[in-house]
């Protein structure tokens, strides 16, 4: 995945390998906007302190470079609270960050490993949980890359009607409890800001319906990418945002909902987008990692002119955010490599005869032929870590609308008027361009 310059309400994330080749070419999806009053609403300079927390669409697994100190919990320097942290509106100095967010979490794990860190008086905190809680490994286990699963549709269907379930009956529990704790957490008139998540598909045609991803080539009974298949799982990740809007509301003025799952189909950034011919992980425009999608090497700014913030590598950015050290706690969830591994070594341990698949599905992978032992390192290579998770452009999307709903609580508390999220005719309010 190449992408070039992305402006996002000041917002600015330089790639190396600038291509400015993209099917959509945005310079702002949300752009500054002052109120009719004057007021810069999306000057952040009231941000001290503020907490990320979550799940691995938080930690940003996949998007730019493995921070330091995250361990298993796998937070990357391109996700969108890292995003958030370099907004050029941010105070400077930045303001003191919490990252907290960990990989695998599920809302229980995230109130009792990350809320219960936290203290009181925040002036922003971000969350994002919910996928885990409904099995988000074990659909994309039994529906989309089979690493310990050879039961057929059955086995996919079964494990969809489970996350259904579990949707309704599990999820208001657990964000009821989370929401319970977070709300005395930030200061007076600040907000807990919970981001939703996107369709993976585009489920408007049948051009993937003979698509399998499988990640074992001579695995027997595969499962593809069928129309019906890929709108039942798009159906889910909206019940999982219709919940978390649900939680929001009832929990009270302090949580504002960030839906961002219409800029996703809107930038065409799913899988299957209208006529691609899957696996397409190279894409310009696609905004979730797929099996084979590169993770280019990525030069950062912060603060254009400034001298110090130009080109800075991710790495440099470690003193300047006064990020707090937070490895993996104890007792937490395996992350997402943990748990795929833990289900190829099963899937391997039922079939040994099973030999690793070119992303493709067109034969098997000519680098693992002959060999009967493989570790983690061999079966979790990068590109299968971050599969189904946001891009860095799909992070930039996400810091984007963060912002514009943080800009539009500043307004609202200021008693100004200013630009609204999207036009009349439903269109982004800053358009395409």
């Known amino acids: 995945m190449r992408h070039g310059l992305y402006s996002f309400a000041g917002l600015a994330v330089l790639q190396a390998s600038v291509v400015q ?19 810069d609403v999306t000057d952040l300079t009231f941000i001290r302190k503020w907490a990320a927390i979550g799940d691995s669409y938080a930690a940003g697994i996949g998007a730019g470079s493995k921070l330091s100190d995250s361990g298993s919990c796998g937070r990357y320097d391109n996700s969108y609270p890292m995003m958030l942290q370099r907004y050029d509106q941010m105070p400077d100095p930045a303001p003191t960050m919490e990252f907290l967010a ?3 979490a599920t809302t229980p794990e995230v109130l009792s490993k990350q809320v219960s860190k936290l203290g009181t008086g925040y002036d922003l905190i971000t969350l994002s949980t919910g996928g885990n809680d409904v099995g988000l490994v074990s659909i994309l286990n039994q529906c989309i890359y089979q690493w310990n699963s050879n039961n057929g549709n059955g086995g996919c269907d079964n494990q969809l009607t489970e996350s259904e379930r579990l949707i309704k009956d599990v999820l208001p529990g657990n964000f009821d409890k989370i929401t319970a704790e977070l709300k005395n957490k930030v200061g007076s008139d600040r907000r807990i800001y919970w981001t939703g998540y996107a369709n993976f ?3 408007s045609t049948t051009d993937c319906d003979g698509v399998s991803w499988a990640f074992f080539f001579n695995l027997e009974r595969k499962q593809f990418l069928t129309q019906a298949r890929r709108k039942r799982m798009n159906d889910l990740v909206n019940a999982v945002n219709d919940q978390i ?7 009270g003025d ?3 909902f960030v839906d961002y799952n219409q800029y996703f189909i809107q930038t065409q950034g799913r899988f299957c987008e209208g006529s ?3 696996p397409d992980g190279g894409r310009d425009g696609l905004l979730f990692f797929e099996w084979d ?3 280019v090497p990525t030069t950062l700014t912060r603060r254009g002119g400034i001298p110090g913030f130009d080109d800075v590598l991710p790495g440099d950015f470690i003193d300047i955010d006064k990020r707090q050290a937070n490895s993996t706690p104890p007792g937490d969830s395996p992350g997402f490599d943990e748990q795929v591994f833990s289900l190829l070594q099963a899937g391997r341990a039922a079939n040994n005869s099973l030999v690793i698949s070119l992303p493709d599905n067109s034969a098997a992978d000519p680098a693992f032929r002959g060999r009967t032992t493989l570790s983690i390192n061999d079966l979790i290579f990068d590109t299968i870590l971050r599969v189904f998770h946001p891009q860095p452009a799909g992070h930039a999307i996400i810091t984007s609308l963060l912002v514009w ?8 508390a200021l008693n100004v008027t200013w630009g609204p999220e999207k036009g009349g005719d439903g269109s982004l309010a800053c358009a395409l361009s």
Request: hydrophobic share 30%.
């Open 405 to 412: 709903h943080i800009s539009d609580q500043q307004a609202k």
């Open 293 to 295: 999608t590169d993770n």
């Open 276 to 278: 691609t011919k899957e």
């Open 254 to 256: 302090q949580f504002v």
């Open 102 to 104: 960990c990989s695998g």
């Open 21 to 39: 080749a993209l099917p959509w070419s945005i310079r702002s999806l949300f752009g500054r906007q002052s109120s009719d009053q004057g007021t």
């Open 245 to 251: 809007k649900a939680a929001a509301a009832r929990g």
């Open 201 to 203: 598909f585009d489920d």
